[in-house]
């Protein structure tokens, strides 16, 4: 099977990274409390620095070694269009253009200069720290840096004769293995991003990236089935042609064949069993809530004996009546309701002074989470 699958591709090829102005985000060191979750501290430093909620911000972090601190970063969604969020959805990583820049740094206390891209960026860092105490990213050019850097000095404390790099090459990330990236000026190899880095540093949206890494894993084991389905099929066609004159062997092959097909059927029941988690993980049966919808258009006379759900937007509704004139008056005050797609009155039966009904409803799923059962 090796020498079918060296014809097959091994893998999809790796997502894109993506570099975010970092001109849009501002950038604070923040202390850190030793045993806390860092995503919880993070999110209440940002609660306090920001003008506007961590819903309406793209944001990130990236901790100290120590555990001590971290280097917090946040930009308001707006500041961005829809151009430059093009690749998002498909990013191995999106992250401030600022970040690789951070494995160019001083020996000691020292400034690192970028001016590129119509931006001026400047890091200052204090000696024997692995994050800088200041970070700025302003556009414009050279004429800018003479201030910046007395800016950024003045801030972390460092005298002007501290050593300063000045990088004038290109920086890229590139995505390798699992959560694995490397940074790279041109060509030139700088340093992989620490690992402990990459799960902070993705701007994106925390739901989003979660919702990313199970697609991720589903999407992996449907690959490699994929592979071994495709792997199969290529064995059944070179034993199909090598059995022309060989009845034993087309014998074989039939057997082969017949034994992969419990191979296929659990591909396919695997596939089938991640599609309906997707789906359940996502979406969920509210019968509360849809009877919460139908309930104040029911006049006193209609009493509800049962309900059962029909699907994630179907509901029927058994009910009783003791003026038959209000089945037909509530199906038309349903039929008002924008949230149902469709009412239907079946089975209107009457005895002993009670007309009995029963209501087949289809809600509309936009009904749903404007009702805000969604």
């Excluded at 893998?11 to 060191?29: I, K, M, Q, S, T």
Aim: glycine share 8%; net charge negative.
């Amino acid at each position: 099977m090796s020498a079918l699958t060296q014809y097959l591709p091994s893998a999809l090829p790796p997502p894109p990274v993506v570099l975010a102005r970092g001109d849009a985000f501002f950038v604070r060191r923040v202390a850190l409390a030793e045993g806390e979750p860092v995503e919880a501290q993070v999110t209440l430093a940002l609660e306090g620095m920001a003008p506007f909620p961590p819903e309406q911000l793209y944001h990130g972090y990236l901790p100290a070694a120590d555990g001590r601190s971290a280097l917090v970063f946040a930009a308001f969604r707006r500041r961005f269009d829809a151009l430059e969020t093009e690749l998002w959805e498909i990013a191995a990583l999106v992250t401030p253009d600022f970040v690789p820049l951070l494995l160019v740094k001083p020996a000691g206390a020292g400034v690192t200069l970028r001016v590129a891209e119509g931006r001026v960026t400047v890091l200052a860092w204090r000696e024997g720290e692995d994050l800088p105490e200041v970070v700025i990213v302003r556009t414009g050019g050279p004429e800018q840096v003479a201030a910046l850097l007395e800016e950024v000095r003045a801030r972390a404390g460092l005298a002007a004769e501290a050593e300063l790099i000045e990088s004038v090459g290109d920086f890229t990330l590139r995505a390798g293995g699992e959560g694995e990236f490397t940074v790279f000026e041109g060509e030139r190899l700088v340093a992989p991003l620490p690992v402990a880095w990459t799960a902070g540093a993705d701007v994106r949206d925390p739901e989003f990236l979660a919702a990313r890494r199970r697609a991720g894993v589903r999407d992996h084991w449907l690959w490699r089935g994929l592979l071994g389905a495709a792997a199969v099929l290529a064995l059944a066609a070179l034993l199909q042609v090598g059995s022309g004159g060989f009845g034993l062997l087309t014998r074989r092959r039939e057997a082969q064949v017949g034994a992969q097909k419990p191979v296929v059927a659990q591909i396919d029941a695997a596939q089938m069993l991640a599609n309906r988690i997707a789906e359940l993980s996502e979406k969920r049966l509210m019968p509360f809530e849809m009877m919460a919808m139908i309930n104040p258009a029911r006049p006193e006379s209609v009493v509800f004996q049962r309900l059962v759900t029909r699907g994630l937007l179907g509901l029927e509704v058994e009910a009783q009546a003791v003026n038959p004139e209000d089945v037909g008056a509530y199906a038309n005050a349903l039929k008002a309701l924008p949230a149902l797609a469709s009412v239907q009155t079946r089975e209107v039966r009457a005895r002993d002074g009670v007309t009995s009904f029963i209501l087949a409803l289809e809600f509309k799923a936009d009904g749903l989470k404007k009702g805000g059962a969604l």
